[in-house]
């Protein structure tokens, strides 16, 4: 039961980042995009940037503040899967930036939306 509403939490904050992102000017290109090496949530461009966006959403802090989620093992899936995807689409020559997006559940009941762009470097 946990593992489905964290999945649903899970989803339900990558639609909100989603939209927030395109309301921030962004393309989405993509959307959980897998490999082996692992998933990338949103693939979008930005002012002519490539842009890999990890999503992280909390319904509260019990688990620690969405800014603590994205560790040294996720960073280094993320940059491994992104070689990968620019090698598939055979575009090794764009300016790529990693960007996070934290949406968490304040006590009014409001999702708070924060933007960090370039959240860590390859």
């Keep these: ?3 489905v509403l964290s999945k649903k939490t899970g989803n339900f904050g990558e639609e909100i980042a989603a939209t927030f992102l395109k309301e921030h000017g962004y393309k989405i290109i ?3 995009y897998r490999n082996r090496f692992g998933e990338i949530d949103i693939i979008a461009r930005e002012k002519g940037i490539l842009c890999f966006v990890e999503v992280k959403t909390r319904r509260n802090s019990a688990f620690g503040s969405p800014f603590e989620a994205i560790g040294e093992f996720k960073k280094k899936r993320m940059i491994t899967s992104t070689k990968l995807y620019l090698e ?3 575009m090794n020559d764009v300016q790529v930036r990693f960007d996070a997006v934290f949406i ?3 006590e009014d009941g409001t999702w708070q939306k924060s933007l960090i762009k370039g959240s860590f470097e390859a």
Excluded: G
């Design 30 to 32: 993509a959307r959980n």
């Design 88 to 90: 598939e689409i055979k």
């Design 104 to 106: 968490t559940l304040d």
């Design 1 to 3: 039961m946990k593992e």
